[in-house]
T-cell receptor, first 119, second 115 residues
């Protein structure tokens, strides 16, 4: 069974601080995808990133960066110089992706981390 | 290109009524997933459908819930005899292929409130 744990329920920071959101996952699959989604107060889900389990390179996109560590089953997300507009709930998710082609991408989500950035 | 559309965006029902949630996938997408987000929780998988077929309904409650994705028209998630515990946000996502290599695109969600 797959499981995603986001231990931080809520994080509160002041604008311009850096903040890291933790994500730990469990899976028996050797091939899988990891995701981060943002859910702003308006409620929709905004896709941020998808990572293949074979690609452990860290990724940076503007103020966002992701650290994938297969050895510790973690996929942490860092926002540098946070802004008020970053305030949202952030979800980490996992999907199977076995080479046999029988998987279909069902997503398993973590509980989410509520990030509040104060001006 | 229009994204995934869900309607209604907000739905209020009294206990015992039926709720019908609609999801129109992106053009060219024939795979639909439904997820439920209970208050202050993460999203949980409910059902995966391809056109005219239910592939995996392992996340659906055994009673009162059903889903369909007909050859023509949107996918429908139906909840019969709603109870207060059904109050949640229901999201659908669509994908062009079964392969998880292809990204799922999420709709804006339907927020169901049961009075």
């Amino acid at each position: 069974a797959q499981k995603v744990t986001q231990a931080q329920t809520e994080i509160s920071v002041v604008e311009k601080e850096d903040v890291t959101l933790d994500c730990v996952y469990e899976t028996r699959d050797t091939t899988y995808y990891l995701f981060w989604y943002k859910q702003p107060p308006s409620g929709e889900l905004v896709f941020l990133i998808r990572r293949n389990s074979f690609d452990e390179q860290n990724e940076i996109s503007g103020r966002y960066s992701w650290n994938f560590q297969k050895s510790t089953s973690s996929f942490n997300f860092t926002i540098t110089a946070s802004q008020v507009v970053d305030s949202a709930v952030y979800f980490c998710a996992l999907s199977e992706a076995n080479a046999g082609g029988t998987s279909y991408g069902k997503l398993t989500f973590g509980q989410g981390t509520i990030l509040t950035v104060h001006p | 290109n229009a994204g995934v559309m869900q309607n209604p965006r907000h739905l209020v029902r009294r206990r015992g009524q039926e709720a019908r949630l609609r999801c129109s996938p992106m053009k060219g997408h024939s795979h639909v997933y439904w997820y439920r987000q209970l208050p202050e929780e993460g999203l949980k998988f409910m059902v995966y459908l391809q056109k005219e077929n239910i592939i995996d309904e392992s996340g659906m409650p055994k009673e009162r819930f059903s889903a369909e994705f007909p050859k023509e028209g949107p996918s429908i998630l139906r909840i019969q005899q709603v109870v207060r515990g059904d109050s949640a946000a229901y999201f659908c996502a669509s994908s062009p292929r079964r392969d998880p290599l292809y990204e799922q695109f999420f709709g804006p969600g339907t927020r169901l409130t049961v009075l």
